[in-house]
């Protein structure tokens, strides 16, 4: 069966590593100084909580959450209409999960996959 017509999606750059408190030091230290990956500035100001590190191609963005139990890896998908990609995921019977963070005015949404990964369905990053 042929894919149907519609927006084109994308793996996106952003991979996003949410990770409980009593983690988040550790982890921060892996990346950066066990594993010596080049750090990046943060352009969302999230203040000292997250983290960013170049991931070869992608950006691996380590975030301090309270309240989860144990770390969850949220990725990104890109595409040039997310209201076009908002339309056929909704066809798909794949639901929206805006609530799981606050994303301002941006058109970028949340959904999760069948095995509960959550993605950021965005609009291409243009660095």
Known sequence: MAASAGPDFRGGRNIAMKVPPHQWEETVR???ETLG?????????????SVGFE????????????GVSQAELW???????????ADRLAAH?????DEI????TT???????PAS??????????D
């Open 37 to 49: 990956l080049r750090e990046l500035a943060n352009p969302f100001d999230t203040g000292p909580e």
């Open 93 to 97: 019977g794949v639901a929206r999960c």
């Open 117 to 126: 990964i959550v993605h950021l369905v965005s609009a291409p990053d243009r």
């Open 101 to 104: 963070e606050p994303l301002g």
């Open 107 to 113: 058109a970028a949404f949340w959904i999760t996959s």
């Open 75 to 85: 990725l990104q998908v890109t595409t040039e209409d997310t209201a076009a990609a």
């Open 55 to 66: 991931f070869g191609a992608n950006r691996l963005w380590i975030d301090r959450v309270p």
């Open 30 to 32: 892996f990346y950066r």
